[in-house]
Each structure stands twice: as C-alpha cells, then as structure tokens.
C-alpha cells in the first residue's frame, strides 16, 4: 500500500493505516526529538505526543509530503518541552551516566578503546548541538542528521528558504566552534593529516 492510500485510510480513521505510518517515520521522530532535547525518555515521549497529535489531526493533512508535516509537529513538540525547562529547570541523570542504548556515531571498530572514544566523540558531538540556540540546532539537525533538503526544512519550521540556510550556516559555526575547544577528539585513524 502506498503513502497516499495510508493517509487517505487513516483520514478516514483507519487506525491499522496510520500504524503503518507511525512504523516508517517513528525512527526521524525520534531522531530529531533526540537531537533536540538530550534525552532518552523525553524523546520518546515527544515521539509519542507527536503520533497521537498527528492521529487527531489527520484530517486536516491536505497533501505534500507527509514527513515535513510529522517533522514540524515534532519540532513544534520538542520547542515546548525546551520552553517548559526553561521555565522549570531540572538536572538530568540521563546526561549523568552513559546510556549503552545510545545512538553510536563513526563506523564500528573492535576493540574497547575504540568504543570508548566513539562515545566520547558522540557525547562531545551532542554537548556541541545541546549548546546551540534552539532554531539553529533545529535546522542543522533537520540538514546534516536527518538528510532534509533546505526546502524540506523551510516546511518543517514554517520559515523562509533564506532563513533555514542561515540558521544552518550560524548552527554549524557555532558547533565547529564548539568542538574546535574542545581539542582532539578523533582517533587517529579518522584524523586528516
């Protein structure tokens, strides 16, 4: 069945439809919802506030592509939480300890020291978007994680194709900054002599 036929089955309230759905674009919710907030279970509950949003407004879907519109939901989600924070900040265990079910970044090497230097890599990587301002985290995350075009991203965040490329441009700086000071974090074999 196709995406259309899906959308079309679940405006109708076919609920198996829209679960079909929910299982080809759950992985970039989360994705982003991940990116955006640093955590584990805050994730995964934007992920699910956003399904159950997108189920109760699928009916108002009139066409285009169905994953920028799950995709600004979600941003829209993960902007609350962060509003909501800010307003009652809290300290994290998740960012505490390390999560063996964490995303890991580079190619999988053998060995201990590999892995350890892959997470510290990855957890840098994450402090650096956790430390950019939200609408250029949004925009870099939605460009170099998720794979969106800038056209994409416009859709996603409701803005100018102008704006997204300089958000993206300011985000990236602002993170090559980021991991500049930290000094070096890549293993050798991932350096550029």
């Known amino acids: 069945m196709d995406e259309t036929d899906?959308?079309?089955?679940s405006q109708r309230g076919d609920l198996a439809s829209f679960n079909q759905l929910v299982e080809v674009y759950q992985a970039q919710v989360y994705n982003l919802a991940l990116r955006m907030l640093s955590g584990i279970a805050e994730a995964q509950d934007v992920t699910q506030e956003t399904f159950i949003a997108?189920?109760?407004?699928?009916?108002s879907f009139r066409g285009g592509?169905?994953?920028v519109w799950l995709l600004r939901i979600a941003a829209n989600r993960c902007r609350d939480e962060l509003r909501k924070?800010?307003?009652?900040p809290t300290a994290s265990l998740d960012a505490i300890l390390l999560d063996p079910q964490a995303p890991a970044f580079g190619?999988?090497?053998p060995g201990p020291e590999n892995h350890v230097l892959r997470d510290e890599l990855a957890q840098c990587i994450n402090r650096g978007l956790a430390s950019i301002p939200e609408d250029q985290r949004l925009a870099v995350i939605l460009?170099?994680?998720q794979g969106?075009?800038?056209?994409?991203?416009?859709?996603?965040m409701n803005t100018s194709l102008g704006t997204v490329k300089s958000r993206i441009s300011?985000?990236?700086a602002h993170l090559r900054s980021y991991l500049m000071a930290q000094g070096e974090l890549l293993p050798g074999q991932y350096r550029h002599d």
């Open 6 to 9: 899906l959308v079309s089955r």
């Open 85 to 88: 924070r800010r307003r009652r």
């Open 170 to 172: 300011r985000g990236r």
């Open 148 to 156: 969106l075009s800038y056209e994409e991203i416009a859709g996603v």
């Open 54 to 59: 997108a189920f109760h407004a699928i009916k």
């Open 65 to 67: 592509d169905l994953r």
């Open 143 to 145: 460009s170099d994680v």
């Open 107 to 109: 190619s999988p090497e």
